[in-house]
């Protein structure tokens, strides 16, 4: 089997066993893609169509699902970081991605709030994102980041991050590690444990390959299977071309025998191998839907590495694209593009 074939195989199979659903379910038969041949992303025929995403329908017109994106980043302004804010020294951004600009783009795009990743421009010093999660409690999640320090500082860190400033997930950052040391050493497994313990989702960053950290998170999930794991932009599985790649994203599509993994189909930009916008993870969504079911799966910006790729809004309606190729059902794409992540951070972003 060729690795077209591959891919086609699951997009052709997971339509057909939806098929069954009451056509009422589905999104508009106008195509969504076609749309974007034509349009560009700030175009009113787009806008309308985003709408699509945030509805759940005709008898709910009135209370349409929120759209909260899974994934994204905040940081400060040269100025606020001449100032109270310091970037970590060799991790200065090259991209504008202060408070302000985030509001603008939320928006701008219909996003009603975010699952805010600590960013390595700031590295282990979490104040500016402490400093917009207090000052919009209702709009924003904090996700830190874990310090894998060899000392241990890093599981009293970890611990005050969540019981002290209201953090309500974690990010494993292999590269963070110790040379030659795993996040499955002792540090790892105390954080691992800790985040289980204290309800905290662990979200892994694979930007090297899911085949270097595979072995690490079967263990991990198999050893403490109390703790959620959220896997970053598909564990940075691209549409296969080869036997390597297609083994590493079947693995991925194996984890979730274990419950307690969800999946961010997230920085489609990094992931596809295609220009907005990204058709070609179709087959990708499709297989992930089919696997772990669409309440396991959520929908995340990368912003505001997004935003020269194809806009913020332009991020969000790419999905659209997307889910209407593979075809999702309505409320398939409400629990991607909001009810999944409003699923795990419960009395977060309610009605």
């Known amino acids: 089997m060729t690795c077209g074939q591959w891919l086609l195989k699951p997009l052709v199979s997971a339509a057909s066993a939806r098929s069954s659903h009451s056509s009422h379910s589905y999104l508009s038969t106008v195509s969504v893609f076609k749309l974007f041949a034509k349009e560009t992303p700030s175009s009113p025929t787009l806008v309308s169509a985003a709408r699509m995403a945030t509805s759940s329908g005709a008898d709910n017109k009135t209370n349409p699902a929120k759209v909260i994106d899974s994934h994204l980043h905040v940081w400060a302004s040269p100025e606020e970081a001449a100032g109270k804010y310091p970037y970590f020294p060799g991790q200065e951004p090259t991209l504008r991605g202060d408070l302000d600009f985030l509001l603008q783009s939320l928006e701008e795009a219909g996003v009603d709030g975010a699952l805010i990743v600590q960013p390595i421009n700031h590295k282990f010093d979490h104040s500016l994102v402490t400093s917009v999660l207090k000052k919009y409690p209702n709009k924003f999640v904090g996700c830190c980041l874990a310090n894998p320090a060899e000392d241990g500082s890093g599981l009293k860190h970890l611990e005050e991050l969540i019981l002290k400033d209201g953090y309500r997930a974690v990010r494993f ?20 444990s800790k985040a289980g313990e204290l309800g905290v989702p662990v979200g892994f960053m694979c930007m090297k390959g899911l085949d270097l950290h595979i072995s690490e998170i079967q263990e991990l999930c198999t050893e403490f299977p109390s703790t959620v ?34 999946i961010k189909f997230s920085a489609l930009f990094r992931v596809s191998r295609m220009s907005f916008p990204y058709q070609d993870l179709a087959p990708l969504l499709s297989q992930v839907v089919s696997s772990f079911g669409a309440s396991r799966v959520m929908w ?19 999905v659209l694209s997307i889910a ?13 593009m909001g009810k999944t992540v409003m699923q795990l951070f419960r009395g977060q972003w309610v009605p």
Do not use: R
Request: overall charge negative.
């Open 173 to 192: 950052n292999p590269y963070l590690w110790p040379s030659g040391e795993k996040m499955t050493n002792d540090i790892g497994k105390a954080l691992f």
């Open 229 to 262: 794991v959220l896997l970053d932009h598909l564990s940075f599985c691209k549409p296969p071309t080869n036997d390597e790649e297609s083994f590493a994203f079947s693995e991925l599509l194996k984890l979730s025998k274990f419950p307690q993994v969800y």
């Open 300 to 318: 995340g910006s990368d912003f505001p590495y997004v935003v020269p790729e194809c806009g913020y809004k332009g991020g969000k309606e790419a």
């Open 324 to 336: 209407n190729q593979v075809p999702l059902s309505s409320s398939e794409l409400e629990w991607i």
